[in-house]
């Protein structure tokens, strides 16, 4: 009895992990902070929401740059029926997606840290065009921006 508990509890909880992990995939979760939270403090707004959407590397260290897009997510849906297609960089075999208009973002780049959630950023607002790739005609990939 005791080991069919301790399975379960197993289980559970490596269904739960997989689970974060799905969600904390997605280019929503990572990129998309629409309309754009409120930090009291604007200064620490990038250490907020990387803390707060758990972004980092895979083998756990600090994103040395890291961008959040402020747009609604219908809008930037719809760059994936953007007539501006492109070959990507170092992807040859795939199309990358140029959004038509310019988006509001804050950059955060790190300035101390190596292991999260030990990370310090500085940001900076600009406007880009935003590049993605594309799955099902919904974007699947950030990779970066075009000023």
């Known amino acids: ?3 069919m508990v ?4 197993v289980l559970l909880f490596w269904e739960n992990e997989v689970n974060d992990e799905v969600v904390t995939s997605t280019l929503e979760h990572l990129h998309v902070d629409y309309p754009q939270n409120d930090v009291p ?14 972004i980092r590397e895979p083998d756990h260290t600090c ?6 897009i402020h747009e609604r997510p219908r809008k930037i849906n719809g760059i994936c029926t953007s007539p ?13 997606f140029q959004s038509e208009t310019k988006f509001k973002m804050t950059v955060c780049q790190l300035t101390e840290g190596t292991r999260y959630p030990a990370c ?3 940001y900076f607002t600009t406007e880009g065009f935003v590049l993605v790739t594309c799955d099902d005609l919904r974007p699947d990939t950030f990779l970066g921006y075009v000023k």
């Not at 403090?41 to 758990?54: D, F, G, L, S, T």
């Not at 501006?84 to 990358?96: E, H």
């Open 1 to 3: 009895m005791i080991i």
């Open 6 to 9: 301790i399975i379960f509890l």
């Open 41 to 54: 403090v604007p200064a620490r707004y990038c250490n907020h929401m990387i803390i707060q959407r758990v």
């Open 63 to 68: 994103k040395k740059e890291h961008v959040f």
């Open 84 to 96: 501006k297609k492109v070959a990507c960089q170092n992807l040859s075999a795939i199309f990358c």
């Open 120 to 122: 310090r950023y500085h």
